[in-house]
């Protein structure tokens, strides 16, 4: 049987021990698919639980050096806020600890730096340390400084090391190996100061290894809190839910933690606070405000027997609900579960950046030997040598290119939650801004959805307030959705209604009945037609009526003509705007229906679709669907119903209106929890903007380390220019990994479409 399982992996450092952990995963048997995400510390896995055990993936993980555990969530199937505060709490003690560090290794390493170049540059330094004249003094000294910041970065030996020794090499490994060769070649030149060597003192590079830790401590701090922010998104999201929730039991109100709360509990909301789950209301009226999910800035008036979405706040009456979903099956918890998915997963462009980091650092390490070995043949000291080896390997940083997508696509999932937009995966966000042609399914989605009375023409001697109320008194009580909107509108302009008698309904033509001792007369012309009607003008009102994709009915009263009222299926306020937007990405715009030509052309002409693909029956959705592929062209599908769940699949991207059907949400790739059209051509500027920020900084990752690398290895110097400075190396490799991270964060500042 596949299950798919989400794990954390602890004691990553870079985009290397990334890869190294996916390898080893990649490699059991059974595995469908895997992928580690850098920037969320997390392992997706779909795999075979007959062949392979969640043991066997953490001891695979464990052998490549890092630790897998299983999260909370998977196991209990629910959103536990003390497992929320716990994360929480860890990444902040993380960041704590990493500050701490750094201050502990800049105190150190300053006073270093200073009595090591006070000693090149002439700078005051207290006689009782002068190089010249007591130089193992001197040296010792520098030995007492760089001992705290090595502690302080114990980390990078520890965990670099451990990676050489697991033949799977990471950032730390390249640390590690840098400062070593500075720390080690300087212990060697204090052995020749006391071995009498006085001119050893020259050849001490202590202050390179202690800058190099604690600028890159520095690096690791600014991006831990960076990498924090990047999902903001989600900890909003999960802040939503209320910690506690009021349950009535035996008749008792009592206050239990959200996480204790059971399908079938009834909850007691009061005004202003917020809905714990999702429910039926028992007792009581209100309004709720739902738009932290719907993004509706109205409250929705709400009775006995409807629902209400846990999150939601109550605004003005205290009600009673029967709770129906609860943990991992609310509303909510779904869709922090579609933002985490869509966080963890990776996108196509990632592929390049995740291969070069899984050979990077092995490539590093040859360069840096290479260009030492080189220096010393051509006649350069071995310090020369050992300079530029130590430049090398400070300088690369696969971090960058590590962090270039994942954070780029957190930040940018987690903006679209917020404006009610939920990208379902990395890949569905990589194909949107591809997108060419979008197809929107009419019913439900350009349209309402719900028949609604647009043209009352009474004709003279009626006035449009009794014709309406003497249809919707004989509709009333009527099931067919034409009949409840004639009395939907006569409720709407409060007409009074009637009892009607003798009612009949002529298949294929309309209804009679009496009202107010009147025969009433309601349908089309063939009714009218059948009962001797003379319709004068109603005809050539009727046809320009149906011309615009409306449906026209004409009404009689004791025989005589007495006006028509006209029923459609109205365009929804956002439908013209949103394609107007998607016009102006260059995007074609299809419209697709089952309805007749005509009034599809009529909806068209309306919204200014260009393509219109009338007269197709349900299941002959996703064909069109395919013939729109087959020209080329990348399409996305925008439906809200279970007979656009195929055209969902079958698109390059379907995107689901979020009042829609669960299946048809389940089928797409993009959901939007409002009707609002204009969130669609919001998701397709959304996956632009993000698309770009991923290349620019790849672009700056990958030209980072093509310029850095030559530079630290001495290209410039074989040229006459200067020798890069490992000190400088180690600042330029802490700022890539935070310069790709700020650009990332540049994606808060995205505003939808208006």
């Known amino acids: 049987m596949i299950k ?14 990334a890869q190294a952990s996916e390898r080893a995963v990649k490699k059991l048997p059974g595995v469908e698919e895997a992928a ?25 993980v464990a052998k490549a050096g890092y630790e897998a555990v299983e999260l909370a969530a998977e196991k209990k199937h629910t959103q536990s806020h003390a497992a929320i505060d716990e994360h929480q709490a860890a990444k902040e003690r993380e960041i704590r600890i990493l500050w701490t560090k750094f201050i502990v290794s800049a105190l150190f390493s300053a006073p270093l730096l200073y009595i090591s170049m006070g000693a090149m540059l002439g700078w005051p330094l207290p006689a009782v340390i002068d190089p010249m004249n007591y130089p193992l003094r001197y040296a010792l000294i520098e030995i007492a400084l760089v001992i705290p910041v090595i502690a302080a970065g114990h980390r990078f030996y520890s965990v670099g090391f451990k990676a050489i020794v697991h033949r799977s090499p990471n950032m730390d490994s390249l640390i590690a190996m840098g400062t070593s060769a500075a720390i080690l070649y300087s212990l060697f030149s204090v052995l020749n100061i006391a071995n009498g060597n006085f001119k050893a003192v020259e050849n001490l590079y202590f202050e390179t290894a202690g800058v190099i830790i604690t600028l890159i401590l520095l690096g690791k701090s600014l991006e831990a809190v960076t990498k924090g922010r990047t999902s903001e998104s989600i900890k909003k999201l999960m802040g939503l839910q209320p910690k506690t929730a009021t349950i009535i039991r035996n008749g008792i109100e009592v206050e239990i933690p959200i996480d204790e709360v059971e399908v079938g509990d009834i909850i007691r909301v009061r005004p202003g606070e917020k809905i714990p789950v999702d429910g039926v209301i028992v007792t009581g009226r209100t309004a709720i405000d739902e738009s932290m999910l719907t993004g509706e800035s109205m409250p929705v008036e709400k009775e006995v027997g409807d629902k209400v979405i846990g999150a939601s706040i109550n605004k003005n009456g205290s009600i009673t609900f029967r709770a129906t979903k609860v943990g991992a099956d609310t509303v909510l918890s779904h869709i922090i579960k579609l933002v985490e998915d869509a966080q963890s997963s990776k ?9 070069v980091s899984g050979y990077f650092v092995p490539v590093v390490f040859a360069i ?10 051509l006649g350069h000291t071995l310090v020369f040598a050992l300079t530029v080896f130590v430049a090398v390997l400070t300088i690369a940083c696969p971090c960058a290119l590590g962090l ?18 939920l990208i379902k995966s990395g890949i569905a966000l990589e ?22 009375v647009t043209d009352i023409l009474p004709v003279k001697g009626f006035s449009e307030d009794e014709i309406l109320g003497f249809a919707a008194s004989a509709e009333k009580g009527s099931e067919h959705p034409l009949g409840e909107a004639i009395v939907h509108a006569a409720e709407e302009k409060g007409i009074a209604l009637y009892e009607a008698s003798d009612f009949n309904a002529v298949p294929g033509q309309g209804i009679e009945a009496t009202v107010l001792y009147k025969h009433v007369l309601l349908g089309n012309a063939k009714l009218m037609a059948a009962n001797n009607i003379e319709l004068g003008e109603g005809t050539s009102a009727a046809d320009h009526l149906s011309a615009q994709g409306r449906t026209p009915m004409f009404i009689a009263l004791d025989g005589t003509y007495a006006g028509l009222i006209a029923v459609a299926d109205v365009v929804k306020e956002s439908s013209a705007h949103a394609i107007a937007a998607l016009h ?8 697709i229906t089952g309805d007749s030509k005509k009034t599809a052309a009529a909806i068209a002409a309306q919204v ?7 007269e197709v029956l349900p299941q002959d959705k996703a064909l069109e669907v395919k013939k729109l592929q087959a020209e080329g062209r990348k399409v996305a599908m925008v439906g809200d119903g279970i007979n656009d769940a195929p055209a969902l699949a079958q698109a390059d991207i379907g995107i689901a209106i979020g009042s829609g059907t669960d299946v048809a949400m389940e089928s797409a790739d993009i959901v939007l929890m409002r009707s609002d059209l204009m969130d669609v051509p919001t998701a397709i500027k959304l996956s632009k903007n993000v698309i770009r920020n991923i290349k620019q900084n790849l672009f700056w990752a990958f030209g980072y380390n093509v310029l850095g690398i030559p530079v630290a290895a001495g290209v410039l110097y074989a040229f006459g220019g200067p020798l890069l400075n490992p000190i400088i190396a180690a600042a330029a490799m802490s700022l890539s990994s935070v310069s790709v991270l700020t650009n990332s964060l540049r994606l808060k500042r995205f505003k939808p479409f208006e």
Do not use: Y
């Open 431 to 452: 194909t949107a801004h591809k997108i060419d042609t979008i197809i929107f399914d009419k019913t439900g989605t350009i349209t309402k959805g719900k028949p609604e």
């Open 4 to 17: 798919v399982a989400q794990m954390q992996i602890n004691g990553m450092t870079c985009a290397a021990c």
């Open 347 to 355: 996108a196509p462009i990632a592929k390049m950046a995740d291969i």
């Open 608 to 614: 200014g679709i260009d393509r219109v693909l009338a």
């Open 584 to 591: 102006s990405m260059g995007i074609q715009v299809a419209m």
């Open 404 to 421: 270039a997508t994942p954070t780029a696509i957190m930040v940018g999932t987690g903006k679209g939650a917020e404006h009610s937009v």
């Open 368 to 377: 840096a030997v290479i260009a030492a070995v080189v220096w010393l043949l």
């Open 36 to 60: 580690v995400n850098f920037a969320t510390e997390k392992l997706f896995i779909k795999f075979d639980d007959g062949k392979l055990g969640i043991d066997e993936i953490k001891a695979a």
